[in-house]
């Protein structure tokens, strides 16, 4: 039976945001205030302080047909705070600001939150504050995210030199692939004859479902890699796909490269995924987007330190940039390298 459903309207926008926040302790000592005054007020020393912020439209990021809303909300935390990881820094308060239209409940909203206090938790992060307002256009989510570095420690897009390596973690592909899971049982809920009793098939596919509903930002290599003694040159995350986010380093530390087809990491679900609906697997890994894994460059002289690191590949090295940006096949060809990733204009 289903439990009784609260109007928003009924508690009002105050009772709504008390609602939500009740459950969200603060865990740094820079959080000073967080939500219930006029503004969050953060304490920091002589670190350098990171923001960034993430906008999801309902229909342009996620659909709320396959997606439920605590992993949305998971998601929307953390993909903030990977942002802040690939500058080579640790987030410690998010502001969370929502559209809601009228077909959601405050039942619905907690259901949201509880996901984003999760990825709270798990990440030592606060929520200081946020705004919400009525929507015509579905769900909006706007999650702003704060961190901290040492000045010396922050990791540019820009600092990538000829020789150095080009690293990766994790593997490749397969949020997209988890994606592509969910519209195909999606469509063919919808072809099911009324009354017929649909199940997806989900079987075996476990971690590329996973990859695209919970990500998970590299918090771990972070640590390895202060705790080896490496420094990236640059680094960024893999949000957009692969390709589009060697050709931001090359552009912006001007920069070629060289990557290796055979050199890319892709998991075993992702390439069964790939082979089932017929789609090339190296474009996949290459142009996929939201791994948010962390993509970087590293001196060649850290070759060492990096292959300790588990988890983490060296897929290429950083060229001169009349050379270009280019993935050599296991043939020997050069392909050049083509951002043919996420695009929410497209």
Not at 96 to 125: K, M
Not at 209 to 220: F, G, H, N, T
Request: include cysteine.
């Amino acid at each position: 039976m289903e439990s009784k459903q609260t109007e928003i309207s009924s508690i009002g926008e105050f009772g709504l945001i008390d609602r939500l926040t009740k459950n969200f302790p603060l865990r740094n000592e820079s959080s000073l205030k967080g939500v219930g005054d006029d503004a969050a007020v953060l304490e920091y020393g002589d670190k350098e302080i990171l923001v960034t912020t993430d906008l999801l439209l309902e229909g342009i990021h996620f659909d709320l047909r396959y997606v439920p809303l605590k992993h949305l909300g998971y998601k929307a935390a953390v993909v903030n705070f990977s942002d802040v990881y690939a500058m080579n820094g640790c987030p410690k308060q998010i502001t969370v600001s929502l559209g809601v239209s009228s077909r959601f409940t405050v039942e619905h909203i907690e259901e949201l939150y509880s996901g984003i206090r999760l990825a709270c938790e798990i990440y030592g992060v606060d929520l200081v504050g946020g705004d919400t307002s009525a929507s015509v256009t579905g769900l909006v989510i706007s999650v702003t995210c704060i961190g901290e570095a040492e000045k010396e420690n922050i990791v540019y897009r820009n600092g990538a030199k000829e020789t150095d390596l080009i690293c990766v973690s994790g593997d490749l592909g397969a949020a997209y692939m988890g994606l592509q899971l969910l519209e195909r049982e999606n469509k063919v809920a919808a072809g099911a004859k009324e009354g017929e009793e649909f199940q997806p098939d989900f079987a075996g596919k476990e971690y590329i479902l996973e990859r695209q509903l919970k990500p998970e930002a590299r918090k771990d290599v972070i640590s390895s890699l202060k705790e080896n003694g490496i420094k990236p040159t640059a680094m960024m995350d893999v949000s957009d796909g692969l390709s589009s986010e060697l050709l931001h380093i090359c552009k912006s530390s001007d920069v070629g490269c060289r990557v290796y087809e055979d050199k890319i990491p892709i998991d075993y679900q992702t390439a069964v995924m790939a082979e089932e609906l017929n789609m090339n697997l190296v474009m996949t890994a290459m142009n996929g987007g939201e791994d948010y894994e962390l993509l970087f460059t590293v001196p060649l002289t850290d070759h060492d330190k990096i292959n300790k690191i588990k988890g983490v590949s060296v897929i290429g090295y950083i060229t001169k940039p009349e050379l270009g940006a280019a993935m050599v096949t296991r043939d020997g060809k050069e392909i050049p390298v083509t951002a043919q990733g996420w695009n929410a204009f497209s």
